[in-house]
């Protein structure tokens, strides 16, 4: 890593579980007194955050504007504005590039192993793959700003989370007027739905893998409950969890598939839909109400969830040549002028300082006891799960 260093001095205040991998880092950061935050997974097998316990904000700047530029990959094309304001804001020229999680996995492993980083740093929603792939093999690190990191909760610490999206269930009230036709998660696997369930392909995107292991994992006492309120019955199944039958049921009941969110909702909701249909979409796609004029409306009845949290993290490359402007800007992230770009269309902060955004869809109001929350803790073996989740899912789905 070559880079100059805005930090005094090394202190050498180096907590104990801080592994090899943290020192080397560390060894060759812009800030060299560090701290980790002393949170852990269940399975030590990537290093933990690093805190500079000698940050200088004044100092960080100074070199970041030296560096001179810096250029972050993100899932969403809202990473532009954000970029746009880093500029302005520190006249540090800076790239935005809108990038699916898979692409910047694959090119930030790549340019790791050819010891050619173009991306400083990424905005990273796949929690899976950046504990299991991208920090043990010390393609980033998680670096949190010391002066916010008050602000972050446990939870959302290792790995760093910047913001917290959502993913609900979505019906259309012209179709619907007197409100969303299910009420239980379980509704979707009845006859009544078949082939009207609309969703991105699990195989394509995956936090909707990750999201059918943390219901096994996590949500299993829920989805129970939600089958006895639905059927007068206790579940009996087979499979290994309440999660699994759920998800067997409803690949068997021929879900529409697509490959973008803009397909779910223009197939749910645009002007002159007339089929009944529910779907699941980001809530960023409610700003095609007013856009494109569609109908929707979040299924605000729906039992246990109306639909899930998916958090996006924020990680530096081990080898950028911009630290000090990569640590920067995710410094800016965490910031209620850096993250409201890309809650323009909803979302939490990670920041406790930072209010949540205005732009909520209406009906999703209570985030903690309306949506399912992934547990960070359990990404390690959601990323071991992911594979035999997916084969579950092409085996049942017909």
């Known amino acids: 890593m070559s880079s100059s260093t805005p930090s005094r001095r090394r202190t050498g205040s180096i907590v104990a579980g801080l592994s090899l991998a943290v020192l080397a880092i560390a060894a060759c950061a812009p800030s060299t007194a560090t701290n980790s935050t002393g949170s852990g997974t269940d399975e030590a097998a990537y ?21 001179g530029s810096v250029t972050v990959y993100d899932s969403t094309g809202d990473i532009k504005k954000v970029a746009d304001a880093f500029q302005k804001k520190y006249g540090i020229k800076t790239n935005g590039t809108k990038s699916d999680v898979g692409d910047t996995l694959e090119k930030m492993t790549r340019e790791a192993q050819a010891k050619n980083v173009t991306i400083d740093l990424t905005l990273y929603e796949d929690g899976p793959s950046l504990v299991g792939q991208l920090l043990p093999q010390k393609t980033v690190y998680s670096w949190i700003p010391a002066d916010l990191a008050d602000q972050i909760d446990e939870a959302g610490r290792n790995p760093l989370m910047v913001l917290s999206k959502a993913n609900v269930w979505i019906y259309n009230p012209k179709v619907f007027p007197n409100g969303c036709p299910v009420d239980n998660l379980w509704d979707l696997t009845s006859p009544d739905w078949k082939g009207k369930v609309t969703m991105q392909d699990p195989l ?3 936090n909707i893998v ?38 067997k049921q409803l690949a068997k009941n021929q879900p529409v598939l697509t490959t973008s969110d803009d397909d779910v909702s223009a197939a749910v909701a645009s002007p002159n839909q007339t089929e009944p249909r529910i779907g699941l979409v980001s809530i960023a796609k409610f700003r095609d109400i007013e856009g494109k004029k569609y109908q929707m409306k979040v299924c605000d009845t729906l039992k246990p969830y109306v639909g899930y949290q998916y958090p996006k993290y924020g990680a530096i490359a081990t080898g950028t040549k911009h630290p000090n402007a990569a640590k920067l800007f995710l410094r800016f992230v965490l910031t209620e002028e850096g993250i409201s770009p890309e809650m323009g269309s909803g979302g939490i902060s990670s920041s406790k300082a930072v209010a949540p955004s205005k732009n909520n869809p209406p009906g999703l109001t209570d985030w903690p006891n309306q949506l399912m929350t992934f547990d960070s803790s359990k990404l390690l073996t959601d990323y071991r799960d992911a594979q035999s989740m997916q084969d579950f899912w092409r085996l049942n789905h017909h």
């Open 204 to 206: 394509g995107k995956p």
């Open 47 to 67: 290093a933990e955050p690093v805190i500079d316990s000698d940050f200088d904000l004044a100092a960080l700047t100074a070199a970041a504007q030296k560096e």
């Open 210 to 247: 990750e999201w059918f292991n943390q219901m096994g994992s996590s949500y299993d006492d829920a989805l129970r409950t939600a089958y006895k309120a639905e059927t007068g019955k206790d579940l009996s199944t087979t499979e290994s969890s309440a999660a699994k039958e759920w998800v």
